[in-house]
């Protein structure tokens, strides 16, 4: 069963372990941590069989989200749980009343790329050399009007349960 519900304290190791799999210059442990004590941030976690197996981080601020970080386990890729997390974000972000989405990814990161076209997103600009490993640049993206896109995919709603209660409690 796959369930999407918000990270917990006592989730941080395995989402730091994905991080880490993930990404070349990974947040630190530290740094995730400080995110369940921000209020501005919300993280979800999505569960395959009770096993974490990916994350996504996301400041909500007045009526944008901006997506900081997202990464399903190297083992899980290619299944569509990229999509199911991203379509669980936005209802979170809306339901704190976010009307549009926002996040960078890197310019070569083409899989990425094209999960977020099916997801609405389209390119608004680019940061040059953003990313200071490699120098690459990110591209801008941005989905104006999530709720369309939530609408458009509810049939993604189906395959796994969301929990709001522990977002809306602050836990």
């Not at 630190?28 to 096993?51: F, P, Q």
């Amino acid at each position: 069963m796959i369930t999407v519900r918000a990270m917990t304290k006592s989730d941080v190791k395995p989402v730091y372990e994905i991080e880490t799999l993930s990404f070349r210059t990974p947040w630190s442990y530290r740094s995730l941590m400080g995110e369940l004590k921000n209020r501005v941030a919300h993280y979800t976690v999505l569960e395959k069989d009770e096993e974490i197996i990916g994350y996504c981080g996301m400041w909500v601020l007045f009526e944008e989200a901006h997506i900081t970080n997202i990464a399903i386990h190297p083992e899980h890729r290619g299944n569509g749980y990229g999509k199911q997390l991203l379509q669980a974000s936005m209802r979170v972000a809306a339901s704190f009343g976010a009307e549009m989405m926002t996040l960078e990814v890197r310019e070569h990161n083409t899989v990425a790329q094209r999960m977020y076209d099916e997801m609405d997103f389209s390119q608004q600009g680019r940061r040059k050399r953003y990313y200071t490993d490699t120098g690459e640049d990110a591209l801008l993206l941005w989905n104006r009007n999530i709720m369309q896109t939530i609408e458009k995919n509810a049939c993604l709603n189906e395959t796994y349960l969301l929990q709001f209660d522990s977002f809306l409690k602050g836990e």
